[in-house]
């Protein structure tokens, strides 16, 4: 028996092709500019707000969103604290979410956003309202370079593009049909 073993793996070893080298990925350019990363996420359902500096963004809060929306953020004073630890049903009741982008996509209009960023794996996605807030330097011209950019994503992370939408019912198009109702990127 171990002498038909023997005989299958010496045959498939035999078999085996060839390595390759891997191919040469030609440098992707591109824009990496506020105008074309705002036209992108606006394209795609998104709003930006251009900030003087990142002092101004709780005035733009108070402006843009309602004094009695619960809020979570590690930016400005929150009056819902979340953790990693809070029962994903109890993030339901959070109107609006404000959280840190590390680095915005051009290209495609999509912010990177690590764990650590996220006060909790669901909030970006069930929170009604998501705001996220970036580094206009933080801006790069494609995926190729924003992947190149993030090299280890610790435990989770992810590239968010846009309010949540669906358009595969009757080909309507519907915003926020299982996640954020809008998504706003404020740049600073």
């Known amino acids: 028996m171990s002498c038909s073993r023997e005989r299958i793996l010496a045959a498939a070893r035999a078999s085996q092709p060839t390595a390759l080298s891997l191919p040469t990925v030609p440098p992707?350019?591109?824009e990496a500019t506020v105008e074309?990363?705002?036209a992108l996420l606006t394209s795609i359902g998104g709003g930006v707000v251009v900030l003087d500096g990142l002092?101004?963004?709780?005035?733009?809060?108070?402006?843009?969103?309602?004094?009695?929306?619960?809020?979570?953020?590690?930016?400005?004073?929150?009056?819902?604290?979340v953790t990693s630890d809070v029962p994903i049903g109890q993030l339901a009741s959070i109107d609006l979410a404000i959280l840190r982008g590390e680095?915005?996509?051009?290209?495609?209009?999509t912010v990177w956003l690590p764990e650590p960023n996220m006060l909790h794996r669901a909030l970006p996605t069930i929170a009604q309202h998501l705001v996220l807030v970036l580094n206009r330097r933080n801006i790069v011209a494609t995926m190729h370079q924003a992947y190149a950019q993030v090299?280890?994503?610790g435990g989770y992370g992810v590239f968010l593009a846009g309010p949540s939408k669906t358009a595969d019912i009757?080909?309507?198009?519907?915003?926020?049909?299982?996640?954020?109702?809008?998504?706003t990127v404020m740049l600073y």
Not at 170 to 183: D, P
């Open 36 to 38: 074309k990363f705002s």
């Open 170 to 183: 009757e080909q309507s198009l519907v915003i926020g049909a299982h996640g954020a109702r809008s998504l």
């Open 151 to 153: 090299i280890d994503v």
């Open 28 to 30: 992707y350019d591109g």
């Open 55 to 81: 002092p101004q963004l709780a005035e733009v809060i108070r402006q843009l969103y309602p004094a009695n929306y619960r809020v979570a953020s590690s930016l400005l004073p929150a009056t819902v604290a």
């Open 103 to 109: 680095l915005g996509v051009a290209e495609n209009g």
